[in-house]
């Protein structure tokens, strides 16, 4: 068929545009107002529009009262843990994109990028039997000896192959090959036992949850968290820094963010509630916490946004420590506290006040943290001084914070590649990083311990 002038107008004329202003012009349709009889209203009948009349419908209850599956949600502001006055909330899904220089300003920390001394004189001075073949097939349980079959999220866009369409993958997921990879490491350094009886007053809790606070700037933030593992002992964690440590940090300056601040990323409520629940009673066994050891569930972080998430795990649990330990109103842990004596002779009493020099209660609390990700491990260490955040004046806090410990790498697969370059791989293996794990692992034991020297802190 030649296509003629009408034709070609007639396609001009079916265009989006055209029928746009067609519908614009002749789409409205005018419904003129209906006409009342004039015998109906003769006789006082009411006509009723229904083009305006809304049906009245019958409220449908549930045929069972209390069905969960049809329970109205209660509004926030009727809620018990309503406040008027908002606070910060804490998640793990919460990222500090300043990274420990934030979490130390909320913190009130003094930052040191190593590991304490009396963690680094333990490492590599206990040799495991057999550590590289133990470690390698660990690795390889928690990659590859597994019969998990899930569905693998979408890999990123490979650049060296931008439009290639990836196939979903069925395997092991991220979170369960580090839990895998976590008890593993766990078994081998609780090998150990036999050499360090010490050992045997360990305890492992898993899925513990524990709420907490922190007063910065007079402001509320709250943390709701469950940790994947709590490692107890029988005696609490011993300093790693001494009392010259920590009065030498009242010289150290915080630094600031401005005009930026610190609590800049996290998100506000009204719903909350001030309470101090480390997950555990106080008059068990084993109940002195050692180590906090978790998973992270973001993969898209950086090195330094999850060390900044171990800093505000450690405050909030040793803020809920301190508290249960010495009271709602402890500011500094370490200070001079005064003692009162009395003594009775029959009839008469005599009263003596005196203030010792010394720091015995509130004492500082010390905690460990590992996060054990897919290939990696980071190492935080830290002691609570003061939970006084509201200025930058005074003693501080203090942080260790470890190198990344590289266990091995996963290489992506490049499936446009010939077969040695086809499926991922794994290289790069360096138990170095399982060094680190068992100096921790092996902190605080009564038989590696010896004498802590201020010169040992740089």
Same mark, same amino acid.
């Given at each position: ?124 001075a206990v040799e495991t039997s057999d550590r590289d073949l133990l470690l390698q097939r660990a690795i390889m349980q928690s990659q590859v000896w597994n019969t998990d ?72 933030? @709250? !943390?709701? $968290?469950?940790?994947? &593992?709590?490692? #107890?002992?029988? +005696?609490?964690?011993? =300093? ?26 996290f998100l506000e409520t009204n719903n909350y509630e001030l309470s101090n629940d480390t997950g555990f009673r106080k008059d068990g066994l084993f109940t002195c916490p ?18 900044a998430a171990q800093v505000m795990t450690c405050l909030q649990y040793t803020a809920a420590l301190a508290r249960n330990r010495f009271g709602e109103d402890v500011r ?37 943290? @590992? !996060?054990? $990700?897919?290939?990696? &491990?980071?190492? #935080?260490?830290? +002691?609570?001084?003061? =939970? ?71």
């Amino acid at each position: 068929m030649r296509l003629t002038l009408c034709l070609r107008a007639g396609i001009r004329d079916c265009t989006v545009r055209n029928w746009n202003k067609v519908w614009a012009c002749r789409g409205k349709f005018y419904d003129p107002p209906a006409k009342i009889p004039q015998s109906l209203l003769d006789r006082g009948v009411e006509v009723v529009d229904m083009t305006h009349e809304k049906p009245k419908l019958k409220e449908w209850m549930p045929p069972v009262p209390d069905d969960p599956r049809f329970v109205k949600a209660i509004p926030p502001q009727e809620q018990p843990d309503w406040k008027e006055e908002p606070a910060f909330v804490h998640k793990d899904d919460v990222r500090l994109f300043e990274g420990v220089k934030q979490a130390c300003l909320i913190a009130k920390a003094q930052h040191f990028e190593s590991f304490p001394p009396c963690v680094e004189q333990t490492i590599g001075a206990v040799e495991t039997s057999d550590r590289d073949l133990l470690l390698q097939r660990a690795i390889m349980q928690s990659q590859v000896w597994n019969t998990d079959e899930d569905k693998l999220p979408k890999p990123p866009t490979d650049p060296r192959k931008p439009i290639w369409k990836w196939k979903r993958k069925y395997g092991i997921t991220r979170l369960k090959s580090s839990l895998i990879l976590l008890r593993n490491l766990l078994r081998m350094a609780h090998s150990h036992v036999a050499d360090f009886p010490s050992l045997s007053n360990r305890k492992q809790i898993s899925d513990l949850p524990f709420y907490s606070y922190i007063m910065y700037k007079d402001k509320p933030i @709250v !943390m709701q $968290e469950t940790l994947d &593992l709590l490692l #107890t002992s029988d +005696q609490m964690l011993p =300093l790693f820094g001494d009392e010259a440590d920590i009065d030498a940090s009242v010289m150290h300056k915080i630094p600031d963010m401005w005009p930026v601040f610190p609590t800049v990323d996290f998100l506000e409520t009204n719903n909350y509630e001030l309470s101090n629940d480390t997950g555990f009673r106080k008059d068990g066994l084993f109940t002195c916490p050692h180590t906090i050891v978790q998973v992270p569930r973001k993969t898209h972080w950086e090195s330094q946004h999850y060390q900044a998430a171990q800093v505000m795990t450690c405050l909030q649990y040793t803020a809920a420590l301190a508290r249960n330990r010495f009271g709602e109103d402890v500011r500094i842990l370490p200070e001079p506290i005064c003692v009162q004596h009395v003594m009775v002779e029959q009839t008469r009493l005599f009263f003596t006040f005196f203030q010792e020099d010394v720091r015995i209660l509130p004492e500082p609390i010390c905690v460990q943290h @590992v !996060m054990v $990700e897919q290939t990696r &491990l980071f190492f #935080t260490f830290f +002691q609570l001084n003061t =939970l006084d955040l509201g200025s930058d004046t005074g003693i501080k806090n203090l942080v260790w914070t470890g190198p990344v410990g590289q266990l091995f790498e996963k290489v992506q697969g490049q499936p446009w590649m010939p077969r040695p370059l086809k499926f991922d791989k794994l290289e790069n293996f360096d138990p170095t990083a399982y060094e680190n794990f068992l100096a921790v692992y092996l902190s605080g034991l009564s038989e590696l311990q010896r004498p802590f020297q201020a010169s040992d802190l740089s």
